[in-house]
């Protein structure tokens, strides 16, 4: 049972346009939600989170956008640029905070051409 | 400042051998510890988490299993590795009571079983 859906697996973006990454959920539990990046070869990092009680998150060029009604969370990266090329995870957990198991989605690949 | 250790970055096992993979973190006390599986073209696949020594939970079952002798140490292991444990290998830590980036990921392992 695939609790959090990334139901593209690539995504391909010219440099300086608008990158939308899409996250789906199904246990109305989670109630805090993050993305990762991954690089071939190595550990997942630290993107940007949101919590239940909010709809949006900004920080730089990277925006998510929760919608709570659908079960549904999106990336939002503008401009892209081609080292923002990766693999990009998103991650649900329930109790209100990052604390605990996370549930990840399969994730979706970006590539951001010059 | 925190810092979580792998090793080692890549190994490669016949079928039927033994396995141990080490992880360490510094910097910090009493984490939770996970370990996950990234298969080729899939997620991250949750296969072991620790809330403290030798406090170990599994999450699928399978050929592997983990140990954690000390606070800070957390071993995956197996006694006969077979042809699908191949794959990319991370260890997590995350603090008690969650942080806004949720978990910190190693750099991971890559085995590959022939």
């Known amino acids: 049972d695939q609790q959090v859906k990334q139901n593209s697996p690539s995504l391909s973006v010219q440099e300086g346009r608008i990158s939308i990454l899409n996250c789906d959920y199904t246990n109305s539990m989670f109630d805090y939600f993050l993305w990762y990046k991954k690089y071939p070869a190595e550990g997942p990092t630290f993107l940007i989170s949101?919590?239940?009680?909010?709809d949006k998150n900004e920080d730089g060029r990277f925006t998510v956008f929760l919608n709570k009604s659908a079960k549904h969370l999106s990336l939002h990266i503008v401009p892209s640029q081609p080292g923002d090329s990766a693999v990009y995870f998103c991650a649900a957990v329930a109790g209100g905070t990052s604390y605990g198991k996370l549930t990840f989605g399969q994730g979706t690949i970006l590539t951001v051409h010059p | 400042s925190q810092t979580i250790h792998q090793w080692p970055a890549t190994l490669v096992q016949p079928v039927g051998s033994p396995l141990s993979l080490e992880c360490t973190v510094e910097?910090?006390?009493?984490?939770?510890l996970y370990w996950y599986r990234q298969a080729a073209g899939r997620g991250l696949q949750l296969l072991f988490y620790?809330?403290?020594?030798?406090?170990i939970s599994s999450e699928v079952p399978q050929n592997l299993s983990a140990s954690r002798p000390q606070d800070r140490q957390f071993i995956l292991s197996s006694k006969k590795l077979l042809l699908s444990d191949s794959g990319f290998y991370l260890c997590?830590?995350?603090?008690?009571?969650?942080?806004?980036?949720?978990?910190?990921f190693g750099p991971g392992t890559r085995l590959t079983v022939l």
């Open positions: 620790s809330i403290g020594i030798d406090q």
């Open positions: 910097g910090t006390s009493n984490p939770n």
């Open positions: 949101i919590s239940s009680i909010k």
């Open positions: 997590a830590w995350s603090v008690g009571g969650g942080a806004r980036e949720g978990q910190f």
